[in-house]
């Protein structure tokens, strides 16, 4: 592992080059536990089981000072009426933020604390957004045709806490209303709020950013 300082690029293919990348692919099968969905999600993954979304990031030693950093791939797709998303997930260091540029594509993040406080920021190309320290965050790509591509940094010893958001979900979810997205409820009814919705026509808009919310 390189231990001075070194560079790299973003292809016009976006993708690393010049460094020897982590290449992380997740299938809707491996999403089981975050779709309202569960008929549609089995149905798709009968039907073939397509990559929902793909990491790229570059190793670093998991300690202080180090940066990891790298590429998230979000592809375009409806589970029933949601749209593809990723796991989502705290820091396990919980007083570590992090950031993220968006480099193709349409969609948002959507993001919330342990205080009951949520917020939802778009993603377009150009746009940089900041998770501040003890925020879970989830991309979602609300385009219909394009993937949604982002650059990472997080510090290397922040970690991830995915069981959280799989034991407890999030309290919003992002689903496609008659070609618009829309913000619903998480919560144990949201699987008949979203399965109303099959069948509505995709849309390439992401959702203006929203103010703070709390509840």
Known sequence: MVEHPFSFAISPALTLTDVAERKIIRRVSDLR???ADTESLESM??????????????????REGELISGLSILYPGLVGAEYF????????????????????????????????EWKTEALTPGRVVYVAPGWAH????????????????????????????EQRGFRKRVVNDNGTPRLVDGGADSQSVVSRLVGTPGSNQAPEKSELKTQ
């Open 33 to 35: 536990r975050y779709f």
């Open 45 to 62: 993954i009968k039907d073939g089981d397509p990559v929902a979304y793909e990491v790229l990031d570059i190793p670093r030693p998991e």
């Open 85 to 116: 998303m990723t796991k989502g997930h705290f820091h396990a260091v919980r007083g570590t933020s992090e950031l993220y540029y968006c480099l193709a594509g349409s969609g948002l993040l959507l993001m919330e604390n342990e205080q009951g």
């Open 138 to 165: 989830r991309s979602v790509n609300t385009g219909t045709d394009e993937r949604l591509i982002t650059f990472f940094v997080y510090p290397a010893n922040a970690g991830h806490d995915y069981l959280t958001i």
